[in-house]
C-alpha cells in the first residue's frame, strides 16, 4: 500500500491543527498505522494529565505523607531526560521511540508504560499458547468475578477478593479438581474497571492449561466452589438468594479451546484502551454498565476521576498484573523480563537521530512527543527537523554554524538541507 505521506509532493502537504502538519491534503482512508498513532498520542496526553494531577497532590500534601506507587517515576516518565542527548530510534515496521528519557515501568499509573509492557506479555503469552498446543495442552480461558456495588471501596474488594481467592485455592477440594483435569498450571491476569453505577470491578482472567479432554462440566465445579470461597471472604450474602441465583449465573465464566487471541480479548480495554473506543464505550448504555479502565479517567476527566485515580493506585500498589504459575515460564522457554526493562524497549531498533537538549524542551513544553515519533516512522530524523520548525521551533543561537551542529548530531554524515 502506497504511504500515504510519502508518496506525495511536498506542495500537496498542508498543515491542520492538531496534527503533524503533513497529512495529505486528500485524506488517505485511515490505515493500522494511523489508528496506533492516533492512540498513541491519546496514551501521551493521559501521561500528561497523570503529571498534572501528581504535581497537584504532591502540592496539596505534606512532605512527609506517603505517595502511592511510584508516582514521582510517573511523574518523571519520558519526560526527564537522563542523558545529554534524547536519541530517536525507529526500524520499518516497529513503532519509533526514544532512548536516554525516564521511564516509570507501571502498568497501573501509567498509560504509555503499561500499553508498551502489555505488547510484550501478549507476545509471550502467545508463545504460551502455542507451547501448551504442542504438548498437547488444552488451554481454557477462567474469569472469576463476584457482586460489588458502588459504595465499596476498591482497596477493600480487592483484599476480599485476595483472601477469596486463598480460600479457593487451598485445601483437598481444589487438589483433587486440578489433579481431575491434568492442570499444568495458569496465568493469572489482575483487572481492574470501573462503571459510574456499580463502582469498582475487580476480577480476573486466567489461562488454565489443562487436558484436552476437559468439557463444560468443570464450570459447575468451579462455581461450587468459588461460592464458597466468596462467602467466606464477606462477598457473597448467602441469605440473599436474588444475589446468589445471580451469583451462579454470571460469576464464573469458562472457555474452552481458548486461543491467545480469546484470553487477551477479554482482558477489558486495557490494551485496546484508547479515547475513541473508550469513549464510545462509555457512551453507551452497555459501557456504563461494563465500565472503563481506570486510565480512561485521565481522558475522560468525570467528576471524581481525579481522585479514583489515585484510590486505584493507592490500592493496586505492589501489585502483579499477570502471574505465572511458579516455573511455568521456564517450562515453556520465556526468559524473565521485568516491566521495566519491557517500558523502554526499542534498544535494538536503528538509530535515526540525537535531539539535543533544548530540542527537547521544545517538545516537551509544546507536547509533540507522540508527534515526534509519528515523524520519525514516517519521514525519518528529517522530517522530525522539520516538524518543530514548523512549530516554531528556533535554535538557539551557540556561535556556531547550522552545520556544526547537524554534523555533531550524526558524526561522518553530510548534513541534509533543512527547509
Ligand atoms: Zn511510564
Known amino acids: 500500500m502506497e504511504d500515504p505521506v510519502n508518496g506525495r509532493a511536498d506542495q500537496e502537504r498542508r498543515a491542520s491543527p492538531g496534527s503533524l502538519g503533513i497529512t495529505a491534503k486528500s485524506s488517505p482512508p485511515p490505515t493500522r498505522e494511523m489508528g496506533a498513532r492516533a492512540a498513541r498520542a491519546e496514551k501521551y496526553q493521559a501521561l500528561h494529565q497523570a503529571r498534572v494531577w501528581i504535581g497537584r497532590r504532591v502540592n496539596k500534601l505534606l512532605p512527609d505523607v506517603q505517595f502511592p506507587g511510584e508516582i514521582f517515576r510517573t511523574f518523571d516518565c519520558r519526560n526527564v531526560r537522563t542523558s545529554c542527548m534524547v536519541e530517536v530510534r525507529h526500524t520499518t515496521g516497529m513503532a519509533a521511540n526514544y532512548r536516554n528519557l525516564a521511564t516509570c515501568g507501571s502498568v497501573w499509573a501509567c498509560p504509555v508504560c503499561a500499553s508498551r509492557i502489555q505488547e510484550r506479555r501478549r507476545l509471550e503469552l502467545e508463545h504460551l499458547v502455542q507451547w501448551a498446543e504442542d504438548q498437547g495442552l488444552q488451554a481454557i480461558m477462567v474469569t472469576f468475578t463476584f457482586p460489588h456495588t458502588g459504595f465499596d471501596s476498591l482497596g477493600d474488594l480487592l483484599a476480599r477478593q485476595a483472601d477469596a481467592f486463598k480460600r479457593f485455592r487451598r485445601g483437598s ?247
Not at 540525537?354 to 530540542?359: G, S, T
Open 173 to 419: 477440594p481444589f487438589a483433587r479438581l486440578k489433579a481431575s483435569i491434568g492442570f499444568q498450571g495458569l496465568v493469572r491476569s489482575l483487572e481492574v474497571t470501573h462503571g459510574l453505577t456499580n463502582g469498582w470491578h475487580p476480577h480476573t482472567h486466567e489461562l488454565w492449561l489443562v487436558s484436552p479432554a476437559v468439557g463444560q462440566e468443570i464450570r459447575a465445579r468451579l462455581v461450587e466452589l468459588w461460592e464458597r470461597a466468596c462467602i467466606a471472604a464477606g462477598l457473597l450474602d448467602p441469605a440473599d438468594q436474588a444475589k446468589v441465583y445471580a451469583f451462579r449465573q454470571h460469576s464464573v465464566d469458562v472457555r474452552l479451546n481458548a486461543s491467545s487471541g480469546d484470553y487477551l480479548a477479554k482482558q477489558d480495554s486495557s490494551r485496546k484502551w484508547g479515547i475513541t473506543h473508550e469513549v464510545a464505550k462509555a457512551t453507551s448504555k452497555a459501557g456504563k454498565a461494563k465500565g472503563v479502565h481506570p486510565h480512561e479517567f485521565l481522558v475522560r476527566m468525570a467528576k471524581g476521576d481525579e481522585a479514583r485515580y489515585f484510590e486505584y493506585l493507592e490500592a493496586m500498589k505492589g501489585k502483579r498484573q499477570l502471574f505465572w504459575s511458579p516455573g511455568l515460564k521456564d517450562r515453556c522457554g520465556l526468559d524473565e523480563v521485568s516491566d521495566d526493562d519491557l517500558a523502554l524497549g526499542g534498544d535494538d531498533a536503528d538509530l535515526l537521530g540525537n535531539l539535543n537538549q533544548d530540542e527537547w524542551d521544545f517538545i516537551r513544553a509544546k507536547r509533540l512527543a507522540a508527534q515526534v515519533l509519528d515523524a520519525a516512522e514516517i519521514g525519518g530524523f528529517d522530517l522530525i527537523l522539520r516538524f518543530l520548525k514548523r512549530r516554531g521551533y528556533k535554535p538557539p543561537d551557540f556561535g556556531t554554524s547550522f552545520v556544526d551542529q547537524d554534523e555533531h548530531r550524526f558524526p561522518g554524515l553530510a548534513p541534509f538541507s533543512v527547509t
